[in-house]
């Protein structure tokens, strides 16, 4: 951790915890990441997430890394790094409150899952085809934008498929 307060704040609760930069090689060796299994990088600044994970592809490519990242930009950046277990930090929180939504709005618990898990696999297919092409905005626009015709296809076709709800009026006589 880099922030000295925080480390202090840790320690309190008698976690140990060092008050260093990951960033550096000499801290990794210290910390002994070439004994490690796993590296999970939590720092969702992408710049010093971004570093960490340079060095840890470059001097301990055997350890499995996660990362947390901000943004969609910063996903794509720890994937070319050769991070493959990263965690965007906005879209869970998205996916729950997207549930929400769709069941005040009526959805039944079960449709407004599966329109949740339809969206979660479709973005994260996405997500790995624009890996290749992100650094090129022309094609990364073009991308995004079959992929929203894509995605409303989907939907549109679930919403073919999903059984006709009761209305309201005759649900409430029953």
């Known amino acids: 951790e880099k922030n000295w307060q925080q480390v202090d704040f840790v320690r309190r609760f008698g976690n140990p915890v060092f008050y260093s930069d990951a960033a550096r090689l000499e801290v990794l060796r210290a910390a002994h990441v ?9 720092i969702a600044d992408p710049g010093p997430s971004l570093q960490i994970a340079e060095q840890l592809r470059r001097h301990f490519p055997g350890v499995t890394v996660f990362a947390v990242a901000r943004t969609r930009q910063h996903a794509l950046q720890l994937m070319d790094l050769g991070v493959r277990q990263v965690i965007r930090r906005s879209f869970f929180s998205s996916l729950e409150m997207s549930r929400g939504v769709l069941q005040a709005l009526g959805e039944t ?13 479709f973005d994260e297919d996405t997500l790995l085809r624009q890996q290749a092409l992100y650094r090129d905005e022309t094609l990364l626009v073009q991308n995004a934008r079959e992929a929203a015709r894509e995605l409303e296809s989907l939907f549109e076709a679930d919403a073919a498929q999903a059984p006709a709800a009761p209305p309201a009026a005759a649900a409430e006589s029953r």
């Open 34 to 42: 070439d004994k490690a299994r796993l590296f999970v990088i939590a």
């Open 109 to 121: 618990p079960e449709a407004a899952q599966r329109a949740l898990d339809t969206f979660r696999r």
